[in-house]
């Protein structure tokens, strides 16, 4: 028999480093969900993406009981770390903070490709290089015809 679903709850928590503390304490808690027993499954499943920023979207039942996915990291974030840069551009139209290449690109695509809404690769390039263009990024060179 089927769990009845009670609701869900979407977080951003540095991988291997969630605590009680806010935003996982009271967002878990409001629910009447064990915060600490989540807090160990998490840290154990993202101890290889330590420090990364992961999106996490927790499903809970009404018997206080839970589940959660780990998506990848969101593409900003691995923007920032492909350009070493600090964060994005305050006027992306008139300041632009960094370069990146198509490559590069690529390969962002390529590990979020399955947490977008999109079905081939040249299509989520072309959303990860909107997304560098809202921060400030300036892709360099013209888009790879296959």
Request: charged share 25%; hydrophobic share 40%.
């Amino acid at each position: 028999m089927a769990k009845e679903i009670a609701g869900q709850i979407k977080l951003q928590i540095k991988g291997g480093a969630a605590n009680p503390s806010p935003p996982v304490g009271p967002a878990l808690g409001s629910k009447g969900i064990n915060i600490m027993e989540f807090c160990k499954q998490f840290n154990a499943r993202t101890q290889d993406k330590a420090g990364k920023v992961l999106p996490v979207i927790i499903t809970y039942y009404s018997d206080k009981s839970f589940d959660f996915v780990v998506k990848t990291p969101p593409v900003a974030i691995q923007l920032l770390e492909a350009t070493k840069v600090k964060k994005g551009s305050s006027e992306p139209n008139r300041k632009k903070v960094s370069e990146i290449t198509w490559e590069q690109v690529k390969a962002i695509a390529a590990d979020k490709m399955v947490d977008l809404n999109c079905f081939t690769l040249d299509s989520a390039m072309r959303m990860v290089a909107g997304t560098a263009r809202s921060m400030g990024i300036t892709v360099k060179g013209e888009f790879p015809v296959e």
